[in-house]
């Protein structure tokens, strides 16, 4: 083998090293934006199964059996929340509420909170009572460089 067969030998294995690492780099890539896929899945499932759950339930804890008609009978904006804790009987009381859990070995942390918005403005929480509240759920992973947030809006509405 002559001086020029060698170095283009070494070129070759060059070339081809190089195409192997990009290969691998492209693989691990591809690993980490599917495990941040399946990770946003989970939260998302998660997070939609609280707010179905919520959603379910009475407007509030005053109208669960009776119908109200004046906001002054709703719940005040500093007591939303459970009234017997571990007892989830209306929407609002999944304010503060904090739920851990673990899928797949993957750790998932979850907060909530329930406020009264204004129909204009419903990013904004209100200071009063309103015909309605919104859940706004959050959903972290240590796994995860991301928070998902979810929520959704609750209002009364009663026909006699």
């Known amino acids: ?5 060698s170095l283009f030998a070494i070129g070759a294995l060059t070339i081809l090293s190089l195409s192997v690492l990009r290969m691998n780099n492209n693989i691990l890539s591809t690993d980490e934006t599917v495990m941040d896929s399946k990770i ?9 199964s609280l707010i179905e759950e919520a959603s379910k339930l009475a ?6 059996v009776d119908p109200v008609n004046s906001l002054t009978l709703l719940t005040p904006v500093l007591s939303l929340g459970q009234e017997t804790p571990g007892v989830f009987d209306d929407f609002d009381d999944f304010n503060n509420y904090v739920q851990h859990d673990t899928i797949y070995t993957i ?10 918005i ?3 403005n419903p990013n904004a929480a209100s200071t009063n009572r309103t015909w309605h509240k919104k ?4 959903i972290s992973s240590d796994f995860s460089k991301d928070t998902l947030e979810l ?10």
């Open 107 to 116: 750790p998932f942390h979850t907060q909530c909170s329930v406020t009264y």
């Open 151 to 160: 929520s959704t809006i609750y209002s009364y509405w009663y026909f006699r």
């Open 1 to 5: 083998m002559n001086l020029g067969q």
């Open 40 to 48: 946003g899945i989970l939260a998302t499932s998660i997070g939609t």
């Open 59 to 64: 407007f509030d804890d005053k109208t669960k």
């Open 135 to 138: 859940l706004t759920v959050k």
């Open 118 to 120: 204004n129909p204009t």
